[in-house]
């Protein structure tokens, strides 16, 4: 299990900035799954379609679900349009 620090872009700002959150394992995907958990828990079920369809990034890399995590913080960006 890790924490991660996740900060908050967009629509998701609505919750705060940022909030930290406990992994259970090694993935993106496992860290996405802890985000709509804890969206859950905060009656915000509103936000999950959103979030399916958001990358989270370390730095400056987006991510993909299949990806390790690999620090301790990390950035969750929602879809936008125009340009």
Not at 5 to 23: A, Y
Not at 58 to 67: E, Q, R, V
Request: glycine share 8%; with cysteine.
């Amino acid at each position: 299990m890790s924490t991660v620090r996740l900060h908050f872009l967009g629509v998701f700002r609505d919750l705060g900035d940022e909030i930290s959150l406990s992994v259970d394992g090694p993935l993106v995907a496992d860290l996405r799954q802890s985000v709509a958990e804890n969206f859950l828990k905060l009656g915000r079920d509103d936000l999950l379609l959103v979030l399916n369809r958001s990358v989270f990034a370390f730095g400056d890399n987006l991510l993909c679900d299949s990806d390790l995590i690999t620090s301790s913080e990390a950035s969750l960006l929602p879809p936008i349009a125009g340009g």
